[in-house]
């Protein structure tokens, strides 16, 4: 059995402790790196764009120093981006409705309203349609009324059954892939309808 030994600098540093010159000189080079991480993340455009569209709505500048404000802000923002990324591309209604070759944007709500289509909605009561749920021919795949059917009486809530059709290697009905791309394979549809129904199953456990 092999016997795990401290890094010989760390048992230097043991034997003979850090001088206050030694201390100092790594107390700034830590200083240094941290300033170099926060103005790398300051500088990224997701937090430049969001100080820029503060100023645009006028706020005083005692807000824009309030670190409370960023963290509220990032509170309310990180939950819909964390949907947005696990639902995959999002479609308008008018999109949704080209793909269906529907004449209004009221057809495709009404498809969305009767269980036939889903649909996410976002900040002002934004609705879009996860791009996932649609067949290379424009239609949502035969399976997809089910498969909202069945996860919706498991009380997943339209997101989660987004991300669930894009989730992979957690159906083991679809040998690791997403259900969506189970789909576009051309693969057998009960296979997506079975895997929604375990996946109801194991939530009701």
């Known amino acids: 059995m092999s016997v795990m030994t401290s890094p010989p600098q760390a048992a230097a540093s043991r034997e003979?402790?850090?001088?206050?010159?030694?201390?100092?000189?790594?107390?700034?080079?830590?200083?240094e790196r941290v300033g170099e991480r926060l103005h790398h993340a300051l500088s990224r455009p997701a937090a430049v764009a969001f100080v820029e569209t503060l100023r645009e709505l006028t706020l005083s500048e005692d807000l824009l120093e309030d670190p409370e404000v960023g963290r509220r802000a990032a509170m309310l923002v990180a939950p819909m981006a964390v949907n947005e990324h696990a639902a995959g591309p999002l479609l308008e209604a008018g999109q949704a409705g080209e793909l269906l070759k529907v004449q209004t944007r009221s057809a495709v709500?009404?498809?969305?309203?009767?269980?036939?289509?889903?649909?996410?909605?976002?900040?002002?009561?934004?609705?879009?349609?996860?791009?996932?749920?649609?067949a290379p021919d424009g239609r949502p795949w035969p399976v997809l009324a089910?498969?909202?059917?069945?996860l919706r009486g498991a009380e997943l809530d339209d997101w989660e059954i987004a991300a669930w059709l894009t989730a992979g290697e957690v159906q083991p009905e679809l040998e690791g892939m997403s259900p969506a791309a189970w789909l576009s394979a051309g693969r057998?549809?009960?296979?997506?309808?079975?895997?929604?129904?375990?996946?109801?199953h194991a939530l009701d456990v």
């Not at 003979?16 to 200083?31: I, R």
């Not at 498809?111 to 349609?129: C, E, T």
Request: proline content about 7%; cysteine-free; aromatic content about 4%.
């Open 16 to 31: 003979h402790p850090l001088t206050l010159g030694e201390l100092e000189s790594a107390l700034d080079e830590l200083s």
């Open 146 to 150: 089910e498969v909202i059917a069945v």
């Open 109 to 134: 709500h009404d498809l969305a309203r009767r269980g036939r289509l889903l649909a996410v909605k976002g900040p002002g009561r934004r609705v879009r349609f996860p791009a996932s749920q649609f």
């Open 188 to 200: 057998d549809p009960a296979s997506v309808a079975l895997a929604a129904r375990r996946t109801a």
